[in-house]
C-alpha cells in the first residue's frame, strides 16, 4: 500500500528536523554568557513538548484539514480523529498520514524557538510559555495552512518550498518586534563558548538537508535537487561572510562562518526544490552580502536583536521568497513556476506581496501579544535578574560550577 522507499526516507527526515531544535539550543546556547546558557536552551527544549501537545490536539487540524482557499483550517481532525496506521496522506499516496503529521510537527517546533535568540536574557519563562502557544495559534498555524494546507496563499499562486514565508520570514519578524517590546540589555555578554556554536551549526545544516529535501515528501530528482541546493547555498554563503568579515574585522573569525552558512541555509530554504544549482550559487553568495548588511544596520541603529534572529533568519527569508521569485523556473521542477528571470512578472509580484504581508503581520501580532501577555504577567525581566544570570533565577540550575 505504501511506497516503503518514501515512507523510510520522510522518517529519517523527520528525525533530520526535529534535531534542528536541539542543534539551535546549542547554537544559541554557546552564543550567550554563562549565567544564561540553560534558560536559552530550554526555551528551544520546551518547544518540543508544548507544541507536539498543541500539534496533537488540534494544531495539526488547523493546518491542513478543512478551509479550502481560506486562512485557517477546521476541527475536523483534531486528535487525531479518523486517522489510523493506514490512512493515506493525500498530498502524497505513497505515505501514511502520521509520518506528514509527524514530519509537519517538527517543523512547527523550531519555528517559534528561533525567535528566543532576539530577547535573550530578557523575558521571563511564564511569559515565554504564553507567548509560545499563542504564536503558533495566530500566527504559524494559519501560516502553514495558506502557504501548505491548500489555503489562500497557496490558491494565489504563491510558492514556499520549505519554510521562507512559513518558518524564517515569521520568525524574523516576530524576533524584531520582541526586541522593540523588550527593550536594550542591561548585561551584554560575548559568546562563552564558539564550539558549542559550531556543534549547534553542524547539526542545524545536518537536520537542513531533511528540512529541505524532505519537503518535496518523496524521493525524486527535485529530492535530490533540494538537497544539493541547500549544500551549494550554505558553503558559498559561509565563505562569502567569512572574507566579508574579514576585509572589514581585520581577521578570519570562526563565527562568521558559522553566521554565514545559516544566512545561506535560511535563504534557499524557500527555493530549495524550484530553481537551479546555478541559482542557489548566486542566492548563497547574496544571502550573506544582505543579511551581512542587516546585521551592520541592526548595529548601527541600536536594535539588541541579541542573536541576530531578524538579520539572519527574517531578513534571508524574506530574501529567499523574492529570489524565488526571480530564479524560479518549471524546467527543474514542473509544480513550480517561473519567476522574474525566465518571463514570469506576475509570479514575482505575488512572491514579493506575500512575504512582506507576512512579515508585516508577524510582526504586529507579536508586539501587540507581548503587551497583552505583560497585563497578565510581567514580560520583562529585571536588570538584577540579568546580571545574576538567568540560569540561576528562572530554573535554580547553573550550567557550569563555578
Known sequence: MFDTGNTGFMLVSTSLVMLMTPGLAFFYGGLVGRKSVLAIMMQSFV??????????????????????GAIIGNFDMAF???VDLNTVFAGSSSIPLLVFFAYQMMFAQI?????????????????????LVLWLIFVYFPLVHMVWGGGMLAKWGVLDFAGGIVVHATAGFAALASVFFVGKRKVTDAPHSIPLVALGTGLLWFGWYGF????ELKVDAV??????????????????WL????????????????????????????GAGFVTTKAAVFIGIFA??????????????????????????GVG??????????????????AGANGLWHGGAEFFGKQVAAVFCTALYAFVFSYAALHLINVFTPVKTTGKEEEAGMDEVQHGETAYLH
Do not use: Q
Open 47 to 68: 518547544s518540543l513538548g508544548v507544541t507536539t501537545v498543541l500539534w496533537y490536539a488540534f494544531g495539526y487540524s488547523l493546518c491542513f484539514s478543512g478551509g479550502e
Open 80 to 82: 487525531l480523529r479518523g
Open 111 to 131: 519555528t517559534p524557538a528561533l525567535i528566543t535568540g532576539a530577547f535573550t536574557n530578557r523575558i521571563n519563562f511564564k511569559a515565554y510559555l504564553v507567548f
Open 212 to 215: 529541505n529535501a524532505g519537503s
Open 223 to 240: 529530492t535530490v535537487l533540494a538537497f544539493v541546493n541547500t549544500d551549494i547555498a550554505a558553503s558559498f554563503a559561509a565563505v562569502t
Open 243 to 270: 572574507f566579508v568579515s574579514w576585509f572589514f574585522e581585520g581577521k578570519p573569525k570562526f563565527l562568521g562562518l558559522l553566521t554565514g552558512s545559516i544566512a545561506g541555509l535560511a535563504t534557499i530554504t524557500p
Open 288 to 313: 550573506s552580502l544582505v543579511c551581512y548588511l542587516a546585521v551592520h544596520l541592526k548595529n548601527k541603529l541600536g536594535w539588541d536583536d541579541a542573536l541576530d534572529v531578524w538579520g539572519v533568519h
Open 317 to 334: 527569508g524574506v530574501l529567499g521568497v523574492i529570489m524565488l521569485g526571480v530564479f524560479g523556473t518549471t524546467a527543474v521542477n514542473a
